[in-house]
């Protein structure tokens, strides 16, 4: 549980001659060693940390002597506990788990959801887990997004699976439900960060983290497409924040999809359906991965969750006998 509420500390260094000319950022990592880099530039992003008063960018370029000041955030201290939770098994031995994710769990413990996460469930079932960075979570679905995963169980799978992913050669595939008749796959290659001015959203800008996104239609709709989704990259949101940057937005999503749209001439049926989905209509189908252990090939494939069958099952019968 959270055991603190959050404070801020005021921190102040000027930045030496030797960093004259170096991207912020890379300044601001050598004043506060104490933070990590990617921690420091989204402070820069929200205006935490500025230059002689005034708010900048992370590429910018420092000067020497100027004076940086820094608002730190102390999070809540979470104290991750194992709690009996159900947990969807697919896979597991001593260096591996796999998962199946339901919709509207929480990966790990943060402000806001300090229990009742997979990660509290993964520690009642793996207590050595306790061990490892996070639990063994090197890679995440968002809370409303269901479907696979895999776990790191040893300091060997740990790091074998964070180098597979910053490699890019775990296969990762999605199924998605969009608004919109599609007329082919294609690729989204667009970078992705922090919104410039809603800071829990991500957006598509121009110096943002390269992500790049692959899709084939799975079957098309006469409104709608369900899509086949692959990702190259792994960035917060992506599949979202790329369907909805080619205004494709998923069914249901909350965050980027806007108010649902129904087609003219919608059945009741159809108009009740996707105004009660209760979430983005995302699920992770299958990951392919090479074993961080034995070196095979493991390949992993699950079912629709009932929710997005019946959500397909209504955009089909709609098409069959709609107007």
């Not at 490699?167 to 599609?182: I, N, Q």
């Not at 009740?272 to 983005?280: E, H, I, M, N």
């Not at 074993?291 to 009932?306: C, R």
């Amino acid at each position: 549980m959270a055991t603190d509420a959050p404070k801020e500390d005021c921190r102040e260094a000027r930045v030496p001659i030797q960093c004259h000319g170096m991207r912020l950022d890379q300044v601001a990592a050598e004043l506060f060693p104490d933070y990590s880099r990617n921690r420091l530039a989204t402070w820069i992003k929200e205006g935490r940390l500025t230059v002689d008063g005034r708010t900048v960018k992370p590429r910018d370029k420092a000067t020497a002597s100027a004076q940086v000041t820094l608002m730190v955030t102390d999070e809540p201290v979470i104290d991750w506990q194992p709690q009996s939770l159900p947990l969807d098994i697919i896979f597991e031995d001593e260096h591996i788990l796999v998962v199946n994710k339901p919709a509207g769990v929480v990966v790990h413990p943060a402000a806001g959801h300090a229990d009742g996460t997979l990660v509290n469930a993964l520690l009642a079932h793996a207590p050595e887990l306790d061990a490892l960075p996070r639990g063994g979570i090197v890679h995440r679905l968002d809370k409303e997004t269901s479907g696979i995963m895999f776990v790191a169980r040893s300091s060997l799978a740990h790091k074998s699976l964070v180098a597979q992913l910053s490699e890019r050669t775990v296969s990762r595939t999605y199924c998605a439900v969009c608004t919109g008749a599609l007329t082919g796959g294609g690729k989204i290659d667009a970078p992705i960060d922090r919104h410039p001015t809603a800071k829990t959203k991500m957006a598509v800008v121009a110096d943002g983290k390269p992500a790049v996104t692959h899709y084939r239609i799975a079957h098309r709709f006469k409104h709608y497409t369900q899509l086949q989704v692959n990702l190259e990259t792994g960035r917060t949101h992506q599949i979202r924040v790329h369907m909805a940057h080619r205004k494709w937005p998923l069914i249901g999503d909350p965050v980027y999809g806007g108010r649902q749209r129904v087609s003219a001439g919608a059945s009741d049926l159809l108009m009740s359906t996707l105004r009660g989905f209760p979430r983005q209509a995302l699920h992770a189908q299958a990951l392919e991965f090479e074993h961080p252990a034995s070196g095979d090939w493991m390949e992993f494939e699950i079912d629709l969750p009932d929710d997005l069958v019946n959500l397909l099952e209504v955009l089909e019968s709609e098409d069959r006998f709609g107007s």
